[in-house]
């Protein structure tokens, strides 16, 4: 088992993630309900939304109202 090393900002998103509506059997947020409660800019919220989703910590899907949903692996 490989263990991922996590910025402060990771894990805040990931626990913005895990309080979410369940989606997809895991908890998920969209990017405006996550950036409601980021402690960063938008810019900073996409990267960490990208280096999380390469660490294969969270995974992208479609809410049925056509808005990305960021859900835990």
Do not use: H
Not at 44 to 62: D, N, T
């Amino acid at each position: 088992m490989s263990y991922k090393i996590l910025t402060e900002l990771e894990n805040q998103v990931l626990q913005i993630i895990s309080k979410g509506d369940w989606f997809n059997e895991a908890p998920s947020e969209c990017f405006e309900n996550i950036m409601d409660e980021f402690k960063g800019n938008k810019n900073q919220l996409k990267g960490v939304l990208s280096s999380l989703f390469q660490k294969e910590l969270i995974l992208e899907a479609e809410y049925p109202n056509g808005m990305t949903a960021y859900g835990l692996r």
